[in-house]
């Protein structure tokens, strides 16, 4: 729940007006009051309703009829405006329950504090479903005017202690809303009519937002950028200093009358041209010769996946800066996912990108330099689609990248940031779950023989021996062998892959171990093969996970850290 005080006004009559008239956009229905100083008060009731006038002016006379009486007394600005607004997701609030928060709002404001004959004259009107206005005159039964210094403070405590007591969504404040501010700037009332006007599920703002995002993520420059701004529609000016230098660009959607422009700050902090220059430098950093000879071998997908398989471990290990790098950099992975995905899932995949915004963007300063991995993959994609496998395998691994972020923002006590992390996971799980299966039928069609399949499932028991039980019998074991005989013909040793493949993550809390499985040796399968010597010294190691050699276990990716169980956890 949110509070809005507004400066202070002189007119009595015409706030109750506004609350009591059909609203800009006939917004306002059944207005009516719930609560106020005097249980006798009358109520106006509707615009449209008989003697409607006669008694909004009854109301009006009686809230003033102290300021009246205080003459030249009464304070400059008499009229005490606050309103009251439930959060979308909340439930819808009865009459009464209104009523106790505007008298527990009163109170704690110091306007008219409980059992205090003598506090100021107010009333609460309703006028929709999610939200109350309190409207006072600050003039006490004394004449004097009330103690309600810092209201504004006083009352977001309060709303803190009523979104307990009411079971309401608990939003962030003080250290916690500074350290979780979302990057997005929010639209504005006119802004959300024009849209509703022309039938348009999004306004101008929040769809240049998620073009520009986007654009961004596959970017490799500011040139490329601006490039394909343009190819996606989208009008674009850039601004030139004086030096010659660009100072900054703005954006605005095709229209048939004059274009409404919005600056990239102003339609998120992080979209200023100074911010998109850092994150462009981060990815266009050259790579070691060894990496970039890798990366050139591997699918981006894979590369991808890798880099974002690692993102867990770092947001357990390192600092701020370095863990806000990563989360922004897995930020515009989701918003490149869409472009990517079928169509039946864009809309799903789009909602998560929105929804993670929320826990990753906070003001720590981000250290683009080391997400450069992901950011580079990014890039990549723009030239090699995905296909199922691919994009299943990345969606695997991002799962595990947001439960991350919501155990890193629960330590951090940003409970909105962990409710931004649910949504997300929601939507990520509910896209994995439509694409999987066919991504696993796809690789079922190319099982291997059923010898194969018996010596396979002989490694699986020497080397998971308390995870072969399961995995023998899942849906997902045809899929299995036929990701590890594709790992065995491109030159690694089945065992070596399901090894490293268990060992980067925790089976015990996945409900398809196999489905788990088949995703890491897939992205495993896809490196270089170990030379003959190598594969001569694999064969001599004995094949149990915890008496794997330092060369193997150096080969495999830095174990994540596994998650805590949770009811958002995997549903597979």
Request: aromatic share 4%; charged share 20%; glycine share 6%.
């Amino acid at each position: 729940m949110i509070a809005n005080i507004v400066k202070p006004g002189n007119n009595t009559y015409g706030v109750l007006k506004y609350l009591f008239e059909q609203g800009r956009s006939n917004e306002h229905t059944d207005q009516h009051i719930v609560a106020s100083w005097d249980d006798f008060i009358p109520d106006p009731g509707p615009w449209d309703s008989p003697g409607h006038k006669q008694r909004l002016g009854q109301v009006a006379k009686a809230l003033d009829l102290r300021v009246r009486q205080a003459g030249d007394k009464a304070p400059e600005g008499h009229v005490w405006h606050c309103s009251l607004r439930a959060a979308p997701e909340d439930r819808i609030l009865t009459d009464a329950e209104w009523a106790t928060v505007a008298r527990r709002m009163v109170h704690a404001t110091g306007i008219a504090p409980e059992d205090d004959p003598d506090g100021c004259r107010w009333v609460a009107v309703r006028h929709a479903d999610d939200h109350i206005h309190i409207v006072a005159t600050k003039v006490r039964g004394d004449l004097r005017p009330p103690r309600n210094w810092n209201d504004y403070h006083r009352a977001m405590t309060e709303l803190t202690r009523v979104e307990k007591d009411f079971g309401l969504t608990q939003v962030p404040r003080g250290p916690e809303a500074a350290a979780g501010s979302p990057a997005a700037k929010r639209p504005t009332r006119a802004e959300q009519e024009k849209a509703k006007r022309l039938g348009h599920h999004k306004t101008a703002r929040e769809q240049l937002r998620d073009t520009v995002r986007t654009a961004l993520s596959h970017a490799k420059d500011l040139d490329e950028f601006f490039n394909l701004l343009a190819d996606a529609g989208l009008q674009v000016e850039t601004r030139t200093l004086p030096s010659g230098d660009l100072g900054g660009y703005k954006v605005a959607l095709p229209d048939d009358g004059t274009p409404i422009w919005f600056s990239g700050s102003s339609l998120a902090t992080d979209l200023s041209l100074p911010q998109i220059r850092q994150r462009l430098a981060a990815a266009e950093a050259q790579p070691t010769a060894a990496s970039s000879a890798r990366q050139h071998r591997s699918s981006p997908w894979h590369v991808a996946t890798a880099a974002a398989e690692r993102i867990p471990h770092h947001l357990d290990h390192t600092n701020d800066s370095a863990a806000q790098a990563h989360l922004t950099a897995f930020s515009e992975a989701l918003y490149v996912l869409p472009a990517h995905a079928p169509v039946h899932l864009k809309a799903e995949l789009h909602r998560a990108a929105v929804a993670f915004e929320h826990t990753a963007h906070t003001r720590a300063r981000a250290d683009h330099q080391h997400a450069r991995a992901l950011r580079g993959a990014l890039k990549a994609m723009r030239y090699q689609p995905a296909d199922h496998t691919g994009l299943a395998m990345l969606l695997d691994a991002a799962i595990l990248v947001v439960l991350a972020a919501q155990r890193r923002r629960a330590l951090g006590h940003h409970d909105r940031q962990v409710a931004a992390a649910r949504q997300t996971l929601i939507h990520l799980q509910t896209a994995y779950d439509q694409l999987a299966p066919t991504s696993l039928a796809v690789l079922a069609r190319r099982r291997p023989s059923d010898g194969t399949v018996r010596r396979y499932a002989r490694t699986l028991h020497e080397v998971l021996p308390s995870h072969s039980g399961q995995i023998l019998t899942e849906a997902a074991w045809p899929a299995l062998t036929a990701a590890l005989a594709t790992a065995e013909a491109a030159g690694h040793n089945p065992a070596t892959v399901l090894q490293q493949a268990a060992q980067q993550r925790s089976l015990s809390d996945a409900k398809s171990a196999s489905e788990v499985l088949v995703w890491r040796i897939q992205r495993l399968g896809d490196r270089h093969a170990p030379g003959p010597g190598a594969r001569a010294a694999q064969a001599r190691s004995p094949r149990i996970p915890h008496l794997l050699s330092t060369a193997q276990a150096s080969a495999a990716t830095p174990p994540t850290s596994t998650p805590p169980p949770s009811h958002t956890h995997r549903t597979r």
